[in-house]
């Protein structure tokens, strides 16, 4: 199947500094990625859609200024968590669809605020 | 928007034995109906879907129905191993392409007792 990859894994930061995490289509051209936070034992809820050379679309109850996406190129997109806070604390994973298919997702990023 | 439910929460089964879970979705107009298994720490793997022209679709030890009238899917294991113990969760988008947003349902962990 088609290869996403997620960087970094894992990643500490101090309260009130940003934090980047990269999403990348391997082998293949996303025009479109979607960013999901993850709580422990819950499901994946959807965060925002990126959409390649425009504005994300985000769900509601998501702060667009907290979490800035940014879809430069057809096979990178970025999530940035801006002065993070504790609570931002989760697991974070972007995904991809390659044509009609199902969603690829990325490794996740696991995002620890102290 | 759409809405996704899936039940049980919680599943065990003996090995060898069979295992199904079960969704429903709210909107009509959803299309595509994927199914991921997600071991610990991992990332949502797809294992199988189904596109609402087909009622059903097999993959060896799986497969998924489809009720488009009462608008629920099912995943149906048979001859569950240990390995098959994982958090499974079905989704539903509309759409056939990349662009559609996958809404997911709760989670259903599956535990294989030997």
């Known amino acids: 199947g088609a290869v996403v990859s997620q960087h970094p894994s894992r990643v500490i930061c101090k309260s009130g500094t940003s934090v980047k995490i990269e999403c990348r289509s391997l082998?293949?051209?996303?025009?479109?990625m979607f960013w999901y936070r993850q709580f422990p034992k819950q499901s994946l809820m959807l965060m925002a859609t990126?959409?390649?050379?425009?504005?994300?679309?985000?769900e509601q109850g998501v702060e667009k200024d907290k979490f800035l996406i940014n879809h430069a190129s057809l096979t990178l997109s970025t999530l940035t968590v801006t002065s993070a806070h504790p609570e931002d604390s989760s697991f974070y994973i972007c995904?991809?669809?390659?044509?009609?298919?199902?969603?690829?997702f990325g490794q996740g990023t696991r995002l620890t605020v102290v | 928007g759409e809405n996704v439910e899936q039940h049980p929460s919680t599943l065990s089964v003996q090995e060898g034995d069979s295992a199904v879970i079960k969704c429903t979705y709210s909107?009509?107009?959803?299309?595509?109906f994927p199914w991921y298994k997600q071991e610990l720490g991992k990332r949502p793997q797809l294992i199988i879907d189904?596109?609402?022209?087909?009622g059903e679709k097999k993959d060896q030890r799986i497969a998924v129905t489809l009720n488009k009238t009462a608008k629920h899917f099912s995943l149906h294991i048979t001859e569950t191993q240990p390995e098959d113990s994982a958090v499974y969760f079905c989704?539903?988008?509309?759409?056939?392409?990349?662009?559609?947003?996958?809404?997911f349902g709760q989670g259903t962990r599956l535990t294989i007792n030997p």
């Open positions: 995904s991809a669809r390659a044509g009609g298919s199902g969603a690829f």
């Open positions: 082998d293949f051209q996303a025009t479109t």
């Open positions: 990126s959409n390649e050379g425009s504005k994300a679309t985000y």
């Open positions: 909107d009509s107009a959803s299309n595509y």
């Open positions: 189904i596109r609402s022209n087909v």
């Open positions: 989704a539903a988008s509309k759409g056939g392409q990349g662009a559609q947003k996958l809404v």
